[in-house]
Every structure is written in structure tokens, then in C-alpha cells.
């Protein structure tokens, strides 16, 4: 049974940084991906990483967030900068056989596996 806990969120000032790590008790799944959701707003994905390191994001945090990790820690990163209010949400991350920003929308499978959240707050 594959657990993800993600660690690392809390508050910044806008135009600040903040970086966000998700534990992986195994690393089973090759695409891995960092999804939001703000208050009242549905989960949205952002950006993805597959098993050769390939990256996808979406236009809302291109160039702002970069999402990268360590196979040998089993950890996902989000380094996050230039920070926006509307980058307020609680962030998690999952893991499954599928996943890419397609079409400029973030797509994962249904069968994986999914963290419990951090909140990250800008302001």
C-alpha cells in the first residue's frame, strides 16, 4: 500500500518562495503530479513529471513553479517562486500510470495514489 504525505507548505508574502516535498513510502507508479484546490474551486492539476524526468505544466504557474525529484529519497519536490494570492490552496500530490498537462489541462489516472494535502498560503 503506497502512502504520499506532503510537507513544506505554510504562509508568504507575495513574490515569495516556497517549497513543497512529498514522501513516497514507494515509488511504484513512473508519473508523478502536484494538484491544487482553493476555496470553493475544484482540484486542478499543474504540473506533472514522468520516469525520465519529463515535465509538463500548466500556463497558470509556468516559468513561477518547477516540479522535480529524487528517486533514490522517494520524494517529489514543488520549488515554487514569485508567489501569487491566487496560488493560495491546499497542495497535493499523486502518483499514477498516467499523467501530463494536456491540451493546457492536467490529466491523471483514477487509480492512483494521493497524498493528504498541505496548505499553502500568499498574501
Known amino acids: 500500500h503506497v502512502q504520499l504525505v506532503e510537507s513544506g507548505g505554510g504562509s508568504v508574502q507575495a513574490g515569495g518562495s516556497l517549497t513543497l516535498s512529498c514522501t513516497a513510502s514507494?515509488?511504484?507508479?513512473?508519473?508523478m503530479a502536484w494538484f491544487r484546490q482553493a476555496p470553493g474551486k475544484e482540484r486542478e492539476g499543474f504540473a506533472t513529471?514522468?520516469?525520465?524526468?519529463?515535465?509538463t505544466y500548466t500556463d497558470s504557474v509556468k516559468g513561477r513553479f518547477t516540479i522535480s525529484k529524487d528517486n533514490a529519497k522517494k520524494t517529489l519536490y514543488l520549488q515554487m517562486d514569485s508567489l501569487k494570492p491566487e496560488d493560495t490552496g491546499m497542495y497535493y500530490c499523486?502518483?499514477?500510470?498516467?499523467?501530463?498537462?494536456?491540451?493546457?489541462?492536467?490529466?491523471?489516472?483514477?487509480?492512483?495514489?494521493w497524498g493528504q494535502g498541505t496548505q499553502v498560503t500568499v498574501s
Open positions: 499523486a502518483a499514477d500510470t498516467t499523467a501530463a498537462v494536456v491540451a493546457g489541462t492536467c490529466i491523471i489516472g483514477s487509480g492512483g495514489v
Open positions: 514507494d515509488f511504484p507508479y513512473n508519473k
Open positions: 513529471i514522468n520516469g525520465y524526468g519529463f515535465t
